[in-house]
């Protein structure tokens, strides 16, 4: 990308035009998953790369302007920004590994239909306290197993959107769960 262009999406992402979001996006956003995924490669933090996708874009829209072109490009300050959201959720899952280890044994089918039921209640409770949409979401994504794409087309928002009500509902469960630990 010549140097002209991208001097132009930054201006515009720092106006917050969303459509000069939405061509860096197409334009960094393999290069963004590519690190990502590197970075995230163990089996369990896979489904976190979207996450880290989704964080790093919303970094550069709320950030723009702690980018200074004096200390490097663009494309270095990106790359730098996936690298530390990648490894902060690594850090993040190895840390909350005992609380996502027991969300797993949670939501896992038991043989024992009494646990089963107890754990149905868990997941409905701790659903209960997410944002009507946001339980909507999490319940399309997960339980349904429908696409990020076809959440947003079918409630009408961004698959940017989608994310980051996904993202705040996991980290609201995640703190739930470790207030139930503790």
Excluded at 64 to 93: H, M, P, Q, V
Aim: aromatic residues 8%; negative net charge; proline residues 1%.
């Amino acid at each position: 990308m010549d140097n002209v262009n991208e001097e132009k999406l930054i201006k515009g992402i720092l106006r917050k035009d969303k459509e000069c979001l939405n061509k860096l996006m197409n334009i960094y956003g393999n290069l963004v998953y590519y690190i990502a995924k590197n970075i995230l490669k163990e089996a369990h933090e896979k489904e976190c790369i979207e996450e880290c996708y989704n964080d790093v874009f919303t970094a550069v829209w709320f950030n723009i302007d702690c980018f200074n072109e004096e200390k490097g490009s663009f494309k270095s300050w990106l790359i730098s920004i996936t690298k530390y959201k990648a490894l902060d959720i690594k850090r993040k899952n190895l840390r909350h590994s005992s609380n996502t280890e027991y969300m797993d044994e949670v939501i896992s089918e038991e043989n024992n239909e009494l646990e089963r039921i107890e754990n149905i209640e868990l997941i409905n409770e701790l659903l209960n306290n997410l944002e009507e949409k946001d339980k909507l979401i999490i319940i399309k994504r997960y339980l349904d197993g429908v696409p990020i794409k076809e959440i947003g087309e079918s409630l009408g928002y961004s698959e940017e959107y989608i994310y980051t009500r996904i993202s705040r509902a996991k980290k609201k469960i995640q703190k739930i769960v470790g207030e139930i630990n503790e």
